[in-house]
C-alpha cells in the first residue's frame, strides 16, 4: 500500500508542471482588426499579457489577409497615466507575416501601444490601450 501511494506521490509530482507550461507557453491571438486607416490587419495577443516580460506577437496582413513579410514594423508602448520608461527592445520578424517584441509591463493599469507599419509605400497605425489585470 505505502508503495502505491509513494508511486502515485511521484506521478503526480513529475506529471503536475507540464499542463501548467503547456498552457502558458500557447500563444493565443485575438480576431484580427484593421489598423488607423484600414490598410493592414492586425492580430495580436493583446488578452494575453501580464505584468511582467511577455513577447508580444503582431500577426500581420494586407486586407486580403496575406501575410505582410518585410515590413518596417515599429512598436512604441507606455502607461496612460504615468511614466514607465520601458525597455525598447527591437521588433523582430518571424515567419508568415509575425512580429514579435519583447515588453515589460512592470504593473498592473493601463498600457498605451502605438504601432507603425510601413510596406512599400504603405504606412499605417494602431494606437491600442490594455488593461493589465495580473
Ligand atoms: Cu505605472
Same mark, same amino acid.
Given at each position: 500500500?505505502?508503495?502505491?501511494?509513494?508511486?502515485?506521490?511521484?506521478?503526480?509530482?513529475?506529471?503536475?508542471?507540464?499542463?501548467?507550461?503547456?498552457?502558458? /507557453?500557447?500563444?493565443?491571438?485575438?480576431?484580427?482588426?484593421?489598423?488607423?486607416?484600414?490598410?493592414?490587419?492586425?492580430?495580436? /495577443?493583446?488578452?494575453?499579457?501580464?505584468?511582467?516580460?511577455?513577447?508580444?506577437?503582431?500577426?500581420?496582413?494586407?486586407?486580403?489577409?496575406?501575410?505582410?513579410?518585410?515590413? /518596417?514594423?515599429?512598436?512604441?508602448?507606455?502607461?496612460?497615466?504615468?511614466?514607465?520608461?520601458?525597455?525598447?527592445?527591437?521588433?523582430?520578424?518571424?515567419? /508568415?507575416?509575425?512580429?514579435?517584441?519583447?515588453?515589460?509591463?512592470?504593473?498592473?493599469?493601463?498600457?498605451?501601444?502605438?504601432?507603425?507599419?510601413?510596406?512599400?509605400?504603405?504606412?499605417?497605425?494602431?494606437?491600442?490601450?490594455?488593461?493589465?489585470?495580473?
Amino acid at each position: 500500500m505505502k508503495k502505491i501511494l509513494v508511486f502515485f506521490t511521484l506521478v503526480w509530482i513529475a506529471a503536475t508542471p507540464f499542463p501548467i507550461y503547456a498552457h502558458d /507557453n500557447e500563444t493565443h491571438l485575438d480576431p484580427a482588426e484593421a489598423t488607423t486607416e484600414g490598410r493592414f490587419l492586425i492580430s495580436s /495577443n493583446w488578452s494575453q499579457l501580464k505584468r511582467g516580460w511577455n513577447v508580444l506577437v503582431l500577426q500581420i496582413t494586407n486586407t486580403e489577409g496575406q501575410a505582410l513579410s518585410q515590413a /518596417n514594423v515599429k512598436v512604441s508602448y507606455e502607461m496612460e497615466d504615468m511614466e514607465m520608461n520601458p525597455p525598447d527592445n527591437p521588433v523582430e520578424e518571424k515567419e /508568415n507575416g509575425t512580429y514579435e517584441k519583447k515588453i515589460f509591463l512592470g504593473m498592473k493599469g493601463n498600457w498605451k501601444f502605438d504601432a507603425t507599419l510601413e510596406k512599400d509605400d504603405v504606412k499605417d497605425t494602431l494606437a491600442k490601450v490594455i488593461k493589465v489585470v495580473k
